[in-house]
């Protein structure tokens, strides 16, 4: 059984409060905590302010130990937005008449992606509805192969990871076969009777989604279809307890390590959005503030130390660099989330009604790599793990055994540099310049 809600449930009502000093030792060794620890730290840290400072001080010193001043970038390129599921979060459920629907034709998607090399990514995340006309994996794998293949000026992209709807090992095998970066699927909801209620079956529909089980099985299905990198995540603000997704997402990703050998490369911390046509995210749990998610990534960082940790566009630019200090070290940006979103610029109204949520981080890029700067970020483009196979468990291995770290940052500054040179504004070189990175 990957989550046991009955354990969950007990630890809740139970934490040991007194426990919290003993954990917070224990993760100072840097191999990280068990669920039950995490969560009672969590618990103690959420109650206790000075608990919560000396969590967040030493997540900050594990990122700063682990990370440096690395920040990894990348943006979201959504192909389609046909789904034949029901979730009443998203806009792109098959009942929201509210969206015009469109999928990329290979000439769209070159555009889109021309489009995001001029802004100087090397980095994508693949986002789609579910269809089995509009989206089957033979689409993908097209897709894939296209964005792989365009060489424009000086750009290319380097690593595409991918977010599409669970599926089968067998169709897990030839995604790895397209040779993707990670693998993300969100849970959305650990909480089984939420996640039934708002993931409604639809009458008629060939939709996986509405199946916990299906849902929840789908990374070990990924993994044991040879993909070696997968990436968890929660849409937090679904259910009202932060806690319990928490202690969830925790006990799934221990159950790779336990069965696979690895636990996630990545962790995305998604926070629900308002969106056109959908209920609006008041409607959902009791919502979870800054303070409480801040906390959330503290503890992440310091149960999870070599795992990466994702925040997007959905935080504002405020509660991005206080994540970024407690632990996050991969975010997007200059994002569209609608189909064709960055090389339809005329259409920008008619696009961001089809957005499938709003961002709340509108920065370009050049914007955000300039802020990175001045806060004292090195801005990454870095994708030379991937390009040379140092993935999976090879990967966890060498960032364990503190082989890597040399590498990373070098990688850093070269990539950031090529960046500098092929795309940024004369403001933010001047910055890098000044800082000796140029
Ligand atoms: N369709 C696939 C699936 O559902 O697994 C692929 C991912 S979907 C394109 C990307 C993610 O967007 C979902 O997993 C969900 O967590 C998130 N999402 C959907 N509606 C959202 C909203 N209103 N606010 C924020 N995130 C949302
Ligand atoms: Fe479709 Fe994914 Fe949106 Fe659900 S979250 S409606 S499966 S695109």
Known sequence: MIINHNEIMSALQAPQKHEARQILSKARERKGLDWQEALCLLSAASADKQIEEELSALAREIKAELYGSRVVLFAPLYLSNYCVNGCVYCPFNCGNTAIPRRKLTQEEI??????????????????????????????????????????????????????????TQEEYRRLKGAK????????????????????????????????????????????????????????????QDPLYEFAALLMHAQSLERIHGVGPHTISLPRI?????????????????????????????????????IVSTRESADCRLRALAAGVSQISGGSRTSVGGYSEAANREESRKAAQFKISDE???????????????????CTACYNEGRVGEAFMGLVKGGKIKAHCQSNAQITLREYLTDYASEPTRLIAEKKGLL
């Open 273 to 309: 959005r308002s969106a056109d046509g959908v209920r609006n995210d008041k409607t959902f749990g009791a919502g979870i503030t800054d303070a409480a998610f801040i906390r959330i990534v503290a503890a992440l960082r310091v149960s999870v130390p070599y795992t990466g940790i």
């Open 110 to 167: 070159r555009r889109e992606v021309i489009a995001l090399q001029d802004m100087g990514h090397k980095r994508l995340a693949l986002e789609s509805g579910e269809h089995p006309d509009y989206s089957p994996l033979d689409y993908i794998l097209e897709s894939i192969d296209t964005i792989y293949s365009i060489k424009h000026r000086n750009g290319a992209i380097r690593r595409v990871n991918v977010n599409i709807a669970a599926t």
């Open 180 to 239: 993707i970066g990670t693998y993300l699927l969100f849970q959305e909801t650990y909480h089984e009777e939420t996640y039934r209620k708002i993931h409604p079956p639809v009458a008629g529909s060939v939709g996986m989604k509405h199946d916990y089980d299906y849902h929840l099985n789908a990374p070990a299905r990924a993994m044991a279809g040879g993909i070696e990198d997968i990436g968890l995540g929660v849409l937090f603000g679904l259910y």
């Open 363 to 381: 920065r370009s890029l050049d914007e955000i790599v300039q802020w990175l700067l001045e806060n004292d970020y090195l801005p990454s483009f």
